[in-house]
């Protein structure tokens, strides 16, 4: 009962979001305006001297500011827009696998089945595992020399050897754009199913009475209804494939050549193969520019259709 | 068909009516969709148990056998380091990794939980300024492409002295899951109805009280599904851990599980053994407390 | 790359130039290697994934599947594939390897032990580097190590005199070949400086466009060279 202070509720309000949104400005905001700067500078990792911020204490080196030399360089390299060109690619192509494949669980998972609740768990393994994980499982089942599918494929006397899924450029990309979907398409899956649950029974048992078919009932009823969720499912999935990178480090490395190179990776690779951080983070950066123009969507989604009036 | 004939009559009494009864058509439709979305779900899952139990060579056998026709954990005894073997060196690196990630995942876990439920709870209840901004600014952080930022880190926990420390790894992963754990937490506080705070406080507890003492403690789903949520976020982490903890035993797993893909001259049954001793926690995690979760990534992701 | 290397030094094609420029435009070697590839990796010589991976442990390992026509391995594997019974079928055996195409050239790789020119505590690190890869005391002691566990060989032929490591060899490699080998060996001067991690990368990408035939060998070769300029 005695807090000492009364505080105005909003004031107690602020208190509590006070923690978790310093740490949110620390570790994110504050990084996220040096990245910007080092955007615009010549770092050079291994220099500790020079211009010099102190906080509290603590010396975070500047850089020697270079203007917008490391844009107007990554802009010139027909690598950094063959590879936004390849990007575009792999997000359209993910995106729309992701968002079928997850409409396409969901609709099984919605019917009544014996085995509904197990099949509802096996849903969440594919999410569960470390994208490492779902790299090499994926490595042992496509490989060329001992994958099971090849096996598969091979014992079904469909292909005389193997298939080689890395070896054409394509390919590979086309592979990262399945494997990640198989990891993220449940997510999907699970979003699409609890809208159309929350769908009345009632409307359908209209639809039925009316003479409805299943495709008809799924295309005047079921659709409609998911619209909102259909479009937060895709610009999640936009974001998620812009900054996918971990399945390349285990799938790829962007290679054959630079065939599975995203922006993503080409800014990873720059920062920390290279050590480039100034053109590393510039490249990230116009990433970052593309992410901020899609959560402005998100956020305008989320909370104009879906906070509840109450 | 004859087995799948009586199943579909059996479900015209557990479907409840809700739609026409199936006919056998489409309900053998039905039930080969079923078995063929398991098979996609489990099947690769499986297939990393089959090959971390099996001998390459057996899978490397044409025609291959799916059902390994020689188990052995000899794969995994190299992975615990029971055996020696050329790998040694990295297998050896496992377990620390994973007491690493278990460090890691769990201080991240605690410090969500409190932190972000607050905050959460906040967001639920009260009207506050800058509230809209900060939200936006919490959203923005979670769709942030994480890589921009791990340059700065690089350079930042570096002047911190926190480079290649479980600490540094604490505080950056803290950021990535906090936003999570406040939508989680914001959305499945709007579900318990305010009447309840609002009665605590009649009865004479303070704001923060009626916050731990009558809130928290029906909000066990909430917490779980926010936290298991946050555990896996960690455990599976990769390119943080890698880029900015390059020391040998400061990592966290993934990396280590990554750099036996990279041992020449290694069996790929030995990585999956690797592979799938790290899978294991964060799957039988989120299979344990799947109802919670799901119902709170749901509803923090739909709802605002 | 290692293996691109590999190849072009045992055509008797030089890779660097003495400052440590590469040169490969300018080497027939160079040109008879890329051809070669382009040429397995047409007919399927070779598993068909392994002239166009990235990561050169992948190459290796893909390069010894031992299934194909065309095969590689590094000698020290053998201790394991042709030594252990456990491993290998092979195993009472000694392993005949062929050698490499091209002038019949063997050679091997060495990796240094490098001190800091400002070094702080000059004479024990060196006497640390002589420890490591040298015979301090007259005694090989870590690169006998290396040898006697994991096979690994070491480029200086007095190392092989010792009981210990005569008694190992003498269980998986033909020990006379081997001294042989490295009375052939030459000292290729190249030496890695910063420009390599990008320009591994960006060669990489290069070779791989190479092989599958979408640039010709001369040109790619040129690219290679011009790459290298344009880095350092």
Redesign the interface.
């Known amino acids: 009962m005695t807090l000492g202070v009364r505080l105005s509720e909003g004031r107690f309000a602020l208190l509590l979001v006070l923690p978790a949104l310093l740490a949110i400005f620390a570790v994110v905001m504050l990084p996220l305006l040096y990245s910007l700067w080092l955007s615009f500078t010549d770092v050079n990792v291994l220099r500790t001297s020079g211009p010099a911020l102190e906080l509290f204490g603590v010396r975070v080196p500047l850089f020697r500011w270079v203007g917008l030399q490391n844009y107007v360089g990554i802009f010139d390299d027909p690598l950094y827009w063959s590879s936004l060109w390849r990007t575009l690619y792999f997000v359209g192509a993910f995106v729309l696998e992701a968002t079928l494949v997850g409409l396409g669980m969901a609709l099984i998972l919605n019917e009544r089945f014996a085995g509904r609740p197990l099949l509802r768990s096996l849903l969440l393994i594919p999410w569960s595992l470390s994208r490492v994980v779902v790299g090499l499982l994926w490595i042992g089942i496509l490989d060329f020399e001992f994958g099971a599918f090849n096996g598969l494929l091979y014992n079904l006397h469909l292909v005389d050897g193997s298939i080689a899924f890395f070896k054409d450029g394509f390919s590979a990309l086309n592979v990262l754009v399945s494997v990640y979907a198989w990891n993220q398409a449940p997510f999907a899956a699970l979003l699409f199913l609890a809208g159309m649950q929350s769908i009345s029974v009632d409307v359908y048992s209209a639809a039925e009475v009316d003479g409805a078919g299943y495709w008809q009932r799924f295309g005047y009823l079921t659709l409609p209804a998911l619209r909102p969720i259909l479009f937060l499912v895709t610009v999640l999935a936009t974001v998620n494939a812009f900054l996918m990178l971990d399945l390349i480090y285990v799938l790829t490395m962007g290679g054959p050549a630079h065939d599975t190179t995203t922006v993503a990776w080409l800014g990873f690779q720059t920062a920390f193969t290279f050590f480039k951080f100034g053109p590393g983070t510039a490249i990230l950066y116009t990433l970052t520019a593309l992410c901020l123009l899609l959560t402005l969507v998100y956020y305008r989604l989320i909370l104009a259709r879906f906070e509840p009036a109450a | 068909m004859a087995t799948i004939a009586p199943t579909a009559a059996a479900n015209r009494d557990y479907r409840g009516g809700r739609y026409k009864t199936r006919s056998v058509g489409s309900g053998l439709v039905l039930y080969g969709l079923i078995l063929a979305l398991a098979l996609w779900l489990i099947g690769p899952f499986v297939w990393l148990l089959v090959t971390s139990i099996s001998y390459q060579r057996n899978l490397m056998a044409r025609p291959l056998s799916f059902v390994p026709p020689e188990v052995t954990l000899d794969n995994y005894r190299m992975v615990l380091g029971l055996v020696r073997f050329h790998a040694e060196g990295q297998a050896a690196r496992i377990l620390p990794s994973m007491l690493n990630s278990l460090i890691v995942a769990s201080a991240v876990t605690a410090l969500n939980l409190i932190i972000g439920t607050t905050a959460g709870y906040a967001y639920a209840r009260y009207r506050f300024p800058l509230k809209t901004l900060s939200l936006f600014a919490l959203l923005f952080a979670r769709m942030l492409p994480t890589v921009v930022l791990v340059p700065a880190f690089f350079l930042m926990l570096r002047a911190l002295g926190l480079q290649n420390t479980l600490t540094g790894l604490v505080v950056i992963y803290c950021a990535f899951t906090l936003p999570f754990t406040v939508w989680i937490m914001k959305a499945y506080f709007e579900t318990i109805p305010d009447e309840l705070d609002k009665s605590a406080l009649v009865d004479g507890c303070n704001r923060l009280q009626a916050y731990y003492r009558v809130v928290l403690p029906v909000s066990g789903p909430g917490l779980v599904a926010a936290g298991a949520f946050a555990f896996m976020l960690c455990w599976n982490e990769f390119i943080i851990a890698q880029v900015l903890n390059t020391k040998p035993d400061t990592t966290t797993l993934p990396p280590v599980i990554v750099a036996m893909n990279g041992q020449t001259n290694i069996d790929y049954s030995v990585i999956a053994a690797s592979g799938f001793v790290g899978a294991l926690p964060a799957v039988l995690l989120v299979l344990i407390f799947q109802k919670q979760m799901v119902q709170g990534l749901t509803a923090g992701s739909v709802k605002g | 790359m290692p293996q691109f290397m590999s190849d072009c030094f045992s055509e008797g094609a030089q890779v660097f130039d003495a400052q440590n420029r590469v040169i490969v435009d300018q080497e027939p070697g160079a040109a008879r290697t890329m051809e070669r590839w382009q040429k397995m990796y047409r007919t399927g010589l070779v ?3 392994v002239l ?4 050169s ?1 992948d190459v ?3 390069f010894w ?1 031992g ?1 194909y026509a065309y095969h590689t391995n ?1 000698s020290y ?1 053998l201790k ?1 594939i042709a030594g252990e019974p456990q491993n290998s079928k092979l195993a009472p055996k000694k392993a005949r390897m062929a050698m490499y195409p091209g002038t019949g050239a063997t050679y091997m790789w060495t990796d240094s032990y490098v001190l800091n020119a400002r070094t702080k505590a000059l004479e024990d690190a060196w006497k640390l580097t002589r420890f490591l890869g040298g015979n301090l005391n007259g005694d090989w002691y870590v690169q006998r190590q290396w040898c006697l566990i ?1 096979g690994l060989d070491n480029p200086y032929p007095e190392m092989y005199e010792h009981p210990e490591i005569v008694q190992s060899y003498d269980r998986w490699v033909d020990l006379k070949l081997l001294r042989l080998q490295s009375t052939k060996g030459k000292v290729i001067g190249a030496y890695k400086e910063p420009w390599y ?2 320009y591994d ?1 960006k060669a ?3 070779v ?2 190479i092989i ?1 035939g ?1 640039v010709t060998v001369p040109k790619g070769l040129k690219q290679l060279a011009s790459l290298q300029k344009s880095l350092a």
């Open positions: 598993n068909p994934e166009t991976k990235t990561s442990t290796h390992r893909l599947a299934r590094h594997y394991t994991a991690a990008e990368t990489l990408a290069i791989h466009d599958r979408g």
